[in-house]
């Protein structure tokens, strides 16, 4: 975003696209990042947005923050973006005048950076989503950097299947198979946006672990509890035992830690321990199984088996011929 809004004259701001799974933190760490430098740009510009026109002065906003419409369409994207700024449309308002409208937003309340959030929401087999990825990359020649998140974004085929390079430690998009349609654009997304995947907390070398330690120092300065002391979450054994409890996924040490808090006041301890934080189940705590494994519970492994065998044919009805008949 720095560098973006450094260029002048630039046809094209390059976007990022933050990829990562569930509970990794993907909005929390783009909306931290965007708070940081909403301040920066309102510090160096006094609050005030240069060139700002008559009406919108008070309306400054560097940072927008859209969530990307369930069942996405040019016309929807637009309405969302405008509904950030309470920007009144007509309900028959044609597409072009819409794009002009969030065109004429953008620029009069001075956006610098615009986060779509939820991204993975789009899928390249509908049409209505392959106009929706055309007009973000129309979007990319206002003045405004793009900031994508979504989950699994490599996957979903918004940038085509991507592959990990241990050397480059960078994600990268393998040749097209083919030119068929929507081939091309395809390949203008990926060379217009910087792919960030967002991993979890590791606790193998050193400086894992010292990063997931600092990770919990900030956290415990954070906890009002009575009792609470330094290194309640850092010291002996607890950074091991949070680390086995949530596998370093940062939205499950968030969840647990936050019932434990909550535990710790109305059990007027004040302190979270690990003997306080056994008694907080989560979904993680399940036995570990293997990833493609589906969940069956033990209770009804019997009746899926059950199921599966094959019953007996009813034969009360049967005829068996004559022959049967004489003999009765």
Same mark, same amino acid.
Not at 164 to 173: A, L, Y
Not at 191 to 203: A, G, K, N, T, V
Not at 233 to 238: A, E, K, Y
């Given at each position: 975003? *720095?560098?973006?809004?450094?260029?002048?004259? @630039?046809?094209?701001?390059?976007?990022? #696209?933050?990829?990562?799974?569930?509970?990794?933190?993907?909005?929390?760490? !783009?909306?931290?990042?965007?708070?940081?430098?909403?301040? %920066?740009?309102?510090?160096?510009? @006094?609050?005030?947005?240069?060139?700002?026109?008559?009406?919108?002065?008070?309306?400054?906003?560097?940072?927008?923050?859209?969530?990307?419409?369930?069942?996405?369409?040019?016309? *929807?994207?637009?309405?969302?973006?405008?509904?950030?700024?309470?920007? /009144?449309?007509?309900?028959?308002?044609?597409?072009?005048?819409?794009?002009?409208?969030?065109?004429?937003?953008?620029? @009069?309340?001075?956006?610098?950076?615009?986060?779509? @959030?939820?991204?993975?929401?789009?899928?390249?087999?509908?049409?209505?989503? %392959?106009?929706?990825?055309?007009?973000?990359?129309?979007?990319? *020649?206002?003045? !405004?950097?793009?900031?994508?998140?979504? !989950?699994?974004?490599? =996957?979903?085929?918004?940038?085509?299947?991507?592959?990990?390079?241990?050397?480059?430690?960078?994600?990268? #998009?393998?040749?097209?198979?083919?030119?068929?349609? &929507?081939?091309?654009?395809?390949?203008?997304?990926? $060379?217009?946006?910087?792919?960030?995947?967002?991993?979890?907390?590791?606790? !193998?070398?050193?400086?894992?672990?010292?990063?997931?330690?600092? &990770?919990?120092?900030?956290?415990?300065? $954070?906890?009002?509890?009575?009792?609470?002391?330094?290194? #309640?979450?850092?010291?002996?054994?607890?950074?091991?035992?949070? #680390?086995?409890?949530?596998? =370093?996924?940062?939205?499950?040490? =968030?969840?647990?830690?936050?019932?434990?808090?909550?535990?710790?006041?109305?059990?007027?301890?004040?302190?979270?321990?690990?003997?306080?934080?056994?008694?907080?189940?989560?979904?993680?705590?399940?036995?570990? %199984?293997?990833?493609?494994?589906?969940?069956?519970?033990?209770?009804?492994?019997?009746?899926?088996?059950?199921?599966?065998?094959?019953?007996?044919?009813?034969?009360?009805?049967?005829? $068996?011929? /004559?022959?049967? $008949?004489? =003999?009765?």
């Amino acid at each position: 975003m *720095s560098g973006d809004t450094r260029k002048k004259d @630039d046809p094209t701001r390059a976007g990022v #696209m933050i990829s990562g799974w569930g509970n990794y933190g993907k909005t929390a760490s !783009v909306c931290s990042a965007g708070a940081v430098f909403e301040d %920066q740009w309102l510090k160096l510009h @006094d609050s005030l947005h240069p060139g700002a026109l008559p009406g919108t002065r008070d309306l400054h906003a560097p940072v927008v923050y859209v969530s990307t419409p369930v069942t996405a369409t040019p016309k *929807s994207l637009c309405a969302s973006i405008l509904g950030f700024f309470r920007a /009144p449309t007509r309900r028959a308002a044609t597409l072009p005048e819409l794009v002009r409208q969030v065109a004429d937003s953008l620029h @009069d309340h001075g956006v610098k950076a615009l986060i779509l @959030d939820d991204i993975s929401r789009l899928r390249m087999h509908r049409a209505d989503d %392959q106009d929706v990825l055309d007009l973000l990359r129309a979007f990319m *020649s206002l003045d !405004v950097t793009l900031i994508l998140t979504g !989950v699994n974004i490599q =996957g979903v085929g918004l940038l085509r299947e991507a592959r990990w390079n241990k050397k480059t430690r960078q994600w990268e #998009m393998p040749p097209l198979e083919s030119t068929r349609i &929507h081939g091309l654009e395809i390949t203008q997304t990926e $060379h217009r946006f910087d792919l960030i995947e967002l991993d979890r907390f590791r606790y !193998v070398t050193p400086n894992q672990i010292a990063t997931f330690v600092g &990770h919990l120092k900030g956290i415990e300065q $954070h906890l009002r509890l009575m009792h609470a002391k330094p290194g #309640m979450l850092t010291d002996g054994t607890m950074p091991e035992y949070l #680390m086995r409890r949530t596998g =370093g996924v940062i939205g499950l040490l =968030g969840r647990l830690l936050e019932d434990g808090a909550q535990e710790a006041m109305e059990s007027e301890k004040e302190l979270i321990d690990e003997s306080l934080l056994d008694e907080i189940v989560l979904r993680r705590d399940a036995p570990e %199984q293997a990833p493609d494994e589906p969940v069956i519970p033990a209770d009804s492994q019997t009746a899926v088996t059950r199921r599966r065998a094959k019953r007996p044919r009813n034969t009360t009805f049967d005829d $068996h011929g /004559p022959t049967a $008949h004489a =003999g009765a």
